[in-house]
């Protein structure tokens, strides 16, 4: 790839670098400066424009309109402040990529301050893995606020290809520039730095661990970005404003605040190995940090690596505002450390074989998750017939024993057989989508009304001998003490039932024992049930 853009939108300045590669190097073409507030452009009066009507349309342009101007087209990208965004270290229970992206969302939803996690879009960096776990740098930014800073840059032309943050971009301008966390503080002579004790804590409260880290930290429009690194990999990643107070404070600050980043990677006691510091540090800060961590200090120059053929006052610029800016341009150039990518990590900005593949596992879930529903409906509808068949059978066994004479306790067992089958063709047919023809009676309220009656009974004796139901009918064998008591027993069904009426009813007397016994046949009523 040939000239590329990097754009840096920040609170206080917006920056465009032009760069190229050449071959394993980098070059600045260009850079351009324009503050947010101010409708004043850079002071370079547009040489074709020559119109009243041009120059009205120039005054009523955007400063980044104005700033863009400057440049050819050219592919573009873009880098936002993690400030006005969503920046947390977590770990989390997978170690493949896509296994990590897809559960981020819940991840960063009970981390996430405010709002909706509809409204942002998230990317993350893998910092390391551990005993089958991931630790992930995740970043997030308003939705709506990346959807405006991408239509404002179309506007004047320029489609951002990525859309980066901060942290991430200026990272990769500072490991092209030269920094290094595997190699040790080297002088320039050759020889390795020493450092000096003057001010090292010895209370004897405090240990020094083994464990030497190499802390990296930039400084720009008073945004202080600090990465850790230990064995050559990121640790952690802290950002936080140095703008106010003297030199002193200031140094005090970054060192409380790089102390919290160590105590933060549970490398509270250990040492610090070397500090590479880049961006607008003035000096008189760099000797308060170096008195005060007593370690060695190196420094990274952006001008020195990317401002070969700039003059002295791009090179100032280059140094001051453009560690963002040119970080952007890198990942065009194939330069891009963290890869993180706010415009590729939510579905509104997947490439189209991507939506595919998260339509397709969505509509799998889908069709899973109504088969899966589909079952336990049909295992509740089971258990349910179940549950009511278990009650048929304890009811009949409660009616029967009440109805049934004391030495018939076999007989009850045989009688609730009889009447849960009956209940089992019913749910049976039921099932089939089966109707009968005629009226239909349930064997409990069948039970019910034969117990009422026997209850209604003045004297004599009424025992139940067989029962039986069908279609319309119920069939009844009774013992009575005399002739009397069944013929009584006949008369309250006919006169009290609002189901039942009887259908014939005959007698026999046993010759032997002179039992005798009744033998009922009741139809169920044509208005019963309507």
């Known amino acids: 790839m040939g000239m590329v853009l990097g754009v840096s939108l920040g609170e206080k300045k917006i920056v465009a670098v032009e760069m190229v590669a050449k071959g394993s190097s980098f070059r600045v073409k260009r850079i351009a400066v324009e503050d947010p507030f101010v409708s004043n452009t850079t002071g370079k009066e547009p040489s074709a424009e020559t119109t009243q009507e041009a120059q009205t349309k120039t005054e009523q342009e955007s400063p980044l309109g104005k700033l863009l101007r400057l440049f050819n087209h050219c592919p573009t990208a873009l880098a936002l402040p993690v400030k006005g965004g969503f920046l947390r270290e977590v770990s989390v229970p997978f170690t493949k990529e896509e296994h990590i992206r897809r559960t981020i969302r819940v991840e960063a939803e009970r981390l996430l301050p405010a709002g909706k996690i509809e409204e942002y879009v998230f990317d993350f960096y893998r910092l390391g893995e551990e005993d089958g776990r991931s630790r992930i740098l995740l970043v997030g930014m308003c939705a709506q606020d990346v959807k405006q800073h991408i239509s404002k840059m179309k506007e004047s032309g320029f489609d951002p290809i990525k859309v980066d943050v901060d942290i991430s971009s200026a990272y990769s301008a500072l490991r092209a520039a030269g920094f290094d966390p595997t190699d040790d503080a080297v002088s320039k002579n050759g020889k390795k730095a020493e450092t000096k004790d003057e001010g090292y804590d010895k209370s004897p409260n405090v240990s020094r661990r083994e464990e030497k880290v190499v802390v990296l930290a930039a400084s720009f429009l008073g945004q ?307």
């Open 224 to 530: 202080v970005i600090v990465w850790l690194h230990k064995d050559g990999s990121i640790l952690r990643v802290r950002s936080f404003l140095l703008t106010a107070g003297t030199a002193e404070q200031r140094a005090k600050k970054f060192e409380r605040e790089l102390r919290r980043t160590l105590v933060a990677a549970s490398l509270g006691g250990a040492a610090v190995k070397r500090i590479c510091l880049a961006g607008d540090f003035e000096e008189e800060l760099r000797s308060e940090i170096r008195s005060r961590l007593c370690t060695e200090i190196e420094t990274i120059s952006l001008s020195k690596a990317f401002g070969e053929g700039l003059s002295e006052d791009q090179q100032r610029t280059l140094e001051q505002y453009g560690l963002v800016a040119c970080g952007a341009a890198l990942k065009l150039l194939g330069y891009d450390l963290l890869k993180l990518d706010l415009r590729q990590g939510e579905l509104a900005y997947m490439k189209p074989f991507d939506t595919v593949k998260t339509s397709l596992s969505c509509t799998l879930t889908l069709v899973f998750f109504l088969l899966f529903i589909t079952a336990y409906a049909y295992r509740f509808k089971s258990a349910r017939d179940s549950v009511q068949l278990s009650t048929i059978r304890k009811k009949s066994a409660e009616y029967l024993d009440i109805l049934l004479p004391e030495p018939g306790k076999k007989r009850i067992s045989n009688q609730v057989d009889g009447i849960y089958q009956e209940f089992v063709e019913r749910l049976k047919k039921r099932r089939s989508g089966e109707r009968g023809k005629t009226a239909t009676v349930s064997a409990l309220d069948a039970l019910l009304e034969l117990g009422k009656a026997r209850d209604s009974l003045k004297g004599g004796v009424f025992l139940l001998e067989n029962f039986a139901i069908q279609p319309g009918k119920v069939t009844v064998e009774a013992a009575v003490d005399k002739v009397e008591t069944g013929d009584a027993f006949y008369n309250l069904i006919n006169n009290q039932s609002k189901m039942l009426v009887t259908d014939t009813a005959s007698w026999n007397r046993d010759p032997k024992t002179g039992k005798i016994v009744f033998k009922y046949i009741f139809r169920v009523r044509t208005n019963y049930g309507k």
